[in-house]
């Protein structure tokens, strides 16, 4: 597919979940969070979503501002800002139940048995890697890995993100002190400016103390020229993995 068409049809997808009408119709039981399956329909077709009300979230002791909406959206548009491409579209939106987040489900790849998928070292996991340490995820679990049958990977729940400590947890540590390449430190490096453009944006997302901590976490990857290793002052795999 060319990059000109993939814009036209992920622009196709943003306006179906922004201007569909969406009906909740199940709940996802495992989730901490109200996480709720649903349809969204605009112009007569249907798409599977996943919808977080923000007046389904828990508090959370370690991040008292903003809430994980926002969070989701914000980790979203750094997949995007990047060209990583690694977040299902994904938009802020009224609901049945209130503002939240609205992302379209993504059917994985059943052939591929992610306990096993989780340890390889394939490029797909690597760039994924490499967008973790730029949000700062504290919650990589392997179900949180969604490969896709074009051979591709996503990733979901982006709410514990960004908090101004580096809290880096993650399940995916196979990249841990390697070099960066060229092509990441420069993409790393067009990430920074853009996001200075896009600083009004952010800023409505996450807090100013959030956003100076994600500028400088960028730049210190490009500083070391290095992939992060795990904490030695927390857990570095989040619990339980899966």
Same mark, same amino acid.
């Given at each position: 597919?060319?990059?000109?068409?993939?814009?036209?049809?992920?622009?196709k997808?943003?306006?179906?979940?922004?201007?569909?009408? =969406?009906?909740?119709?199940?709940?996802?039981?495992?989730a901490?969070?109200?996480?709720?399956?649903?349809?969204?329909?605009?112009?007569?077709?249907?798409?599977?979503?996943?919808?977080?009300?923000? *007046?389904?979230?828990?508090?959370?002791?370690?991040?008292?501002?903003?809430? @994980? *909406?926002?969070?989701?959206?914000a980790?979203?548009?750094?997949?995007?800002?990047?060209?990583?491409?690694?977040?299902?579209?994904?938009?802020?939106r009224?609901?049945?139940?209130?503002?939240?987040m609205?992302?379209?489900?993504i059917?994985?790849?059943?052939?591929?048995?992610?306990?096993?998928?989780?340890?390889?070292?394939?490029e797909?996991?690597?760039?994924?890697?490499l967008?973790? *340490?730029?949000?700062?995820? $504290?919650?990589?679990?392997?179900?949180?890995?969604?490969?896709?049958?074009?051979g591709?990977?996503?990733?979901?729940? #982006?709410?514990? $993100?960004?908090? +101004? +400590?580096?809290?880096?947890?993650?399940?995916?540590?196979?990249?841990?002190?390697?070099? @960066?390449?060229?092509?990441?430190? #420069?993409t790393?490096?067009? @990430?920074?400016?853009?996001l #200075?453009?896009?600083?009004?944006?952010? #800023?409505?997302?996450?807090?100013?103390?959030?956003?100076?901590?994600?500028?400088?976490?960028i730049?210190? =990857?490009?500083?070391?020229?290095k992939?992060?290793?795990?904490?030695?002052?927390?857990?570095?795999?989040?619990?339980?993995?899966?």
């Amino acid at each position: 597919m060319s990059a000109l068409k993939w814009l036209s049809q992920m622009s196709k997808v943003i306006e179906h979940l922004l201007a569909g009408t =969406l009906e909740v119709t199940g709940r996802l039981v495992d989730a901490s969070n109200a996480t709720l399956y649903g349809e969204c329909t605009f112009n007569d077709e249907k798409m599977a979503v996943i919808y977080k009300p923000i *007046a389904g979230e828990r508090p959370l002791w370690d991040f008292p501002d903003g809430n @994980l *909406a926002h969070r989701e959206y914000a980790s979203y548009l750094i997949s995007e800002y990047s060209g990583w491409k690694v977040v299902p579209p994904t938009v802020l939106r009224e609901g049945p139940f209130g503002l939240g987040m609205v992302q379209q489900w993504i059917d994985i790849d059943e052939s591929i048995d992610l306990a096993l998928y989780y340890r390889e070292d394939n490029e797909n996991l690597r760039r994924m890697a490499l967008f973790d *340490a730029v949000i700062n995820n $504290t919650d990589r679990k392997i179900g949180h890995l969604l490969p896709v049958v074009d051979g591709s990977l996503l990733g979901c729940d #982006h709410g514990v $993100t960004f908090h +101004e +400590e580096n809290k880096l947890r993650t399940v995916i540590w196979q990249f841990a002190e390697r070099e @960066l390449t060229t092509d990441e430190k #420069h993409t790393l490096g067009e @990430l920074v400016t853009r996001l #200075h453009i896009e600083s009004e944006v952010l #800023h409505g997302l996450i807090t100013e103390i959030e956003f100076s901590a994600l500028i400088a976490r960028i730049e210190g =990857l490009i500083e070391s020229g290095k992939f992060p290793s795990p904490s030695e002052d927390w857990p570095a795999v989040p619990w339980p993995p899966f």
